[in-house]
């Protein structure tokens, strides 16, 4: 596991040197033994603005026989596949012994498509839409699963969630969102706000914009990220990620100490936020 992510990073640092296409096997080569996901290409998607994504791809991953009932089982804003994978097992609520479950990554979340590992450039405005659709055709098409047991996420997944109970409300029997809602809050957005432009602080780039997605660059051509900027930047995105992660009381019951066992709180930030 450890050998693919390190060989992933070294190719997503020359995403200006490959095609599409190009990438999606180099990563798949990288693997050893069995990928820690699998890649689906879309080929040039239309989204939902009439743009063209090209050369899409969605990551994806299944538990299970095929022959089980499916459950679809969207990531969630900034997680990765194998986050999900704590609601698995036999003891767990999605057993992979009644059930096909099948995880897929959102477009943006570095395992599907996303500005940080093709060379799409400008990035396209990406819908919740666009990637309920495109886990519609990983299904039906690649997967051939044409009905399902249930869909259920938490957080932006169950947003996913919401958005394929409204966009093929025949296709499952039941929709299980949790801790998430159908629409991003005003508040939310603020939120997120906060973390984007602590994250675009450690390029050195004004989040002015960013509400709109047109965020620019000061007298420079866009650019890959150095190693230092992106550490810099994820560390100061998850530190201010870390007051919102967990509730007032959770940090004044020392939860951090006595659940996680930190030994302090610069201990919890640094070993749980910033790993």
């Not at 190719?11 to 599409?20: A, G, Q, R, S």
């Not at 057993?95 to 400008?122: A, C, D, M, R």
């Not at 973390?195 to 780039?205: E, F, H, M, P, R």
């Amino acid at each position: 596991m450890q050998n693919y992510e390190e060989g992933r990073e070294k190719v997503l640092l020359m995403p200006k040197l490959l095609e599409n296409k190009m990438l999606t096997e180099k990563l798949q080569s990288l693997a050893i033994g069995k990928p820690e996901y699998e890649i689906y290409e879309l080929g040039d998607f239309k989204l939902q603005s009439n743009t063209i994504l090209p050369g899409a791809w969605i990551a994806y991953k299944t538990f299970g026989s095929p022959d089980s009932p499916a459950i679809l089982y969207p990531s969630w804003y900034s997680g990765l596949i194998a986050d999900n994978e704590w609601l698995i097992g036999e003891d767990k609520a999605l057993n992979p012994k009644e059930y096909f479950i099948i995880i897929t990554g959102l477009f943006g979340n570095g395992q599907s498509i996303s500005p940080s590992n093709s060379i799409v450039s400008p990035f396209p405005d990406i819908t919740v839409y666009d990637n309920v659709r495109a886990q519609h055709q990983l299904l039906t098409q690649r997967l051939g699963v044409h009905h399902l047991r249930c869909v259920t996420g938490w957080s932006m997944g169950a947003g996913q969630s919401f958005q394929w109970a409204s966009q093929y409300p025949e296709f499952m029997d039941i929709c299980v969102p949790f801790c998430g809602s159908a629409r991003t809050s005003i508040h939310n957005q603020v939120f997120l706000e906060g973390v984007k432009s602590a994250l675009l602080a450690g390029k050195g780039v004004s989040s002015a914009g960013s509400t709109s997605g047109r965020v620019e660059e000061r007298g420079a051509e866009k650019r890959v990220w150095t190693e230092e900027e992106r550490t810099v930047g994820l560390k100061a995105f998850a530190r201010v990620y870390a007051g919102w992660g967990f509730s007032q009381a959770f940090y004044r019951e020392k939860l951090h100490m006595t659940a996680y066992g930190a030994k302090d709180l610069e201990h919890f930030m640094v070993t749980f936020w910033e790993k």
